[in-house]
Antibody, heavy 123, light 106 residues
């Protein structure tokens, strides 16, 4: 079965750190670009970060730049998000999402999502 | 920065009826527009990409149209499993999503 399974969420104090993981199965993970997308409670979706299939190209949303680090281990079929200097506004469900592309677009949509992991930043 | 808006915020529809959801971009995104369905407690599911191409396994009752700044998702005959929140997302620039339209039972 093709799936993505996130883990590592939890309660953390403001200024703290957390590392999220995403385990991929059912497809050739090393061939796909990946992302993290988040959704604050009762709110819409926000793209957080992108990583190319090899890990050589990385992008971040301005809201997390300098605080979050995306990485991957293709040998372990895993995607990661290291989150430092966490703020209350980072509270959200974090989804791992696979890139979908049509044609030669520079940007992308998301063709496969995990069920998400909840991060709560609160004292 | 491209801003996406969706209307209406909530759409009340009876099973079997047609639902029409709108998405607008603050500037042209060509046909680089995707639609997602999200049910409570679940991950979003890709429905449409390229403004009008159904993703794998998506029933034919879902159709997308539009280009430039105005887009529409139509569900031709609502089934019970279609009551959910629907998001549009542009990928002509950095990915961003609309605020969503909730389709609930009338």
């Amino acid at each position: 079965e093709v799936q993505l399974v996130e883990s590592g969420g939890g309660l953390v104090q403001p200024g703290g750190s957390l590392r999220l993981s995403c385990a991929a199965s059912g497809f050739t993970f090393s061939s796909y670009e990946m992302n993290w997308v988040r959704q604050a409670p009762g709110k819409g979706l926000e793209w957080v970060s992108y990583i190319s299939s090899s890990g050589s190209t990385i992008y971040y949303a301005d809201s997390v730049k300098g605080r979050f680090t995306i990485s991957r281990d293709n040998a372990k079929n895993s995607l990661y998000l290291q989150m430092n200097s966490l703020r209350a506004e980072d509270t959200a469900v974090y989804y791992c999402a696979r890139v979908g592309r049509d044609g030669y677009n520079l940007f992308w949509y998301f063709d496969l999502w995990g069920r998400g992991t909840l991060v709560t930043v609160s004292s | 920065e491209i801003v996406m808006t969706q209307s209406p915020a909530t759409l009340s529809v009876s099973p079997g009826e047609r639902a029409t959801l709108s998405c607008r971009a603050s500037q042209s995104v060509s046909s680089n527009l995707a639609w997602y369905q999200q049910k409570p407690g679940q991950a979003p599911r890709l429905l449409i990409y390229g403004a009008s191409t159904r993703a794998t396994g998506i029933p034919a009752r879902f159709s997308g149209s539009g280009s430039g700044t105005e887009f529409t998702l139509t569900i031709s005959s609502l089934q019970s499993e279609d009551f959910a929140v629907y998001y549009c997302q542009q990928y002509n620039n950095w990915p961003c999503f609309g605020p969503g339209t909730k389709v609930d039972i009338k």
